[in-house]
T-cell receptor, first 111, second 117 residues
Framework: KQEVTQIPAALSVPEGENLVLNCSFTDSAIYNLQWFRQDPGKGLTSLLLIQSSQREQTSGRLNASLDKSSGRSTLYIAASQPGDSATYLCAVQGSQGNLIFGKGTKLSVKP | GAVVSQHPSWVICKSGTSVKIECRSLDFQATTMFWYRQFPKQSLMLMATSNEGSKATYEQGVEKDKFLINHASLTLSTLTVTSAHPEDSSFYIC?????????????FGPGTRLTVT
C-alpha cells in the first residue's frame, strides 16, 4: 500500500530565505507526482506535476525534483515571501489514477 | 487551464438530513471524477472514483449507501451524503480528469465545507 510522508510537518522561516520541503513515498511504481498548495479553508492549487520519466519541473521560484528509484521528491522555494505561507501537499498518482496525499508541510514565512 | 467548480461552497445541515454536493468541469469533459474528504489538520483521503455512466468505485471503509455518487454526464458528478451525522462534518473536495492521457492530471474543485449539527 502506497504511503506518502512529508517532512517537516511545519516550517517557519524569515522572508527571503530559500527552503526545501521533502516528500517520500514507499512504492516507486508511480505514474506522476504533484505538489499542491492549500490555503486555510480553501481548495488545492496545483503547483507542479512531474511525470515518472522526468527528474524535475520548474515554475518561477519553485523547483520540484523527483527521484523515483529512492522514492523521494523535494520542492525548492527560492527567495520566500510572506505570500508563500500555506500548507504544501505532495501527492503521487498510481496506475489506478487516484492520488495518494501526504499530510502536508505547513509553511509560515515571516516578514 | 481546466476549471472545476463545486456547489455549494459551504453547507450546514441538521443531523439526519441529506446533502447533495455538485462537482462540475467547466471547460473540459471529465471522464473520471474523484471525491476526497479532508478532516481538520489531516490530509485528503480518497472516498471514491467515478467514471461517467458507470457505478462509482468506493475505497475501503467508505459506505456506498451513505455516500451516493452519480456521474451522469461528462461535466457533472454529485455526492449525496445521506442521513448525515456530526461525524460526517468535513471538507469535501472533488477532482476531475480529462481525456489527456499524456499526463492524467487531475484538476481540483474549491471544496465544500459540510457542518452537521
Amino acid at each position: 500500500k502506497q504511503e506518502v510522508t512529508q517532512i517537516p510537518a511545519a516550517l517557519s522561516v524569515p522572508e527571503g530565505e530559500n527552503l526545501v520541503l521533502n516528500c517520500s513515498f514507499t512504492d516507486s511504481a508511480i505514474y506522476n507526482l504533484q505538489w499542491f498548495r492549500q490555503d486555510p479553508g480553501k481548495g488545492l492549487t496545483s503547483l507542479l506535476l512531474i511525470q515518472s520519466s522526468q527528474r524535475e519541473q520548474t515554475s518561477g521560484r519553485l523547483n520540484a525534483s523527483l527521484d523515483k528509484s529512492s522514492g523521494r521528491s523535494t520542492l525548492y522555494i527560492a527567495a520566500s515571501q510572506p505570500g508563500d505561507s500555506a500548507t504544501y501537499l505532495c501527492a503521487v498518482q498510481g496506475s489506478q489514477g487516484n492520488l495518494i496525499f501526504g499530510k502536508g508541510t505547513k509553511l509560515s514565512v515571516k516578514p | 487551464g481546466a476549471v472545476v467548480s463545486q456547489h455549494p461552497s459551504w453547507v450546514i445541515c441538521k443531523s439526519g438530513t441529506s446533502v447533495k454536493i455538485e462537482c462540475r468541469s467547466l471547460d473540459f469533459q471529465a471522464t473520471t471524477m474523484f471525491w476526497y474528504r479532508q478532516f481538520p489538520k489531516q490530509s485528503l483521503m480518497l472516498m471514491a472514483t467515478s467514471n461517467e455512466g458507470s457505478k462509482a468505485t468506493y475505497e475501503q471503509g467508505v459506505e456506498k449507501d451513505k455516500f451516493l455518487i452519480n456521474h451522469a454526464s461528462l461535466t457533472l458528478s454529485t455526492l449525496t451524503v445521506t442521513s448525515a451525522h456530526p461525524e460526517d462534518s468535513s471538507f469535501y473536495i472533488c477532482s476531475a480528469r480529462g481525456t489527456d492521457t499524456s499526463s492524467y492530471e487531475q484538476y481540483f474543485g474549491p471544496g465544500t465545507r459540510l457542518t452537521v449539527t
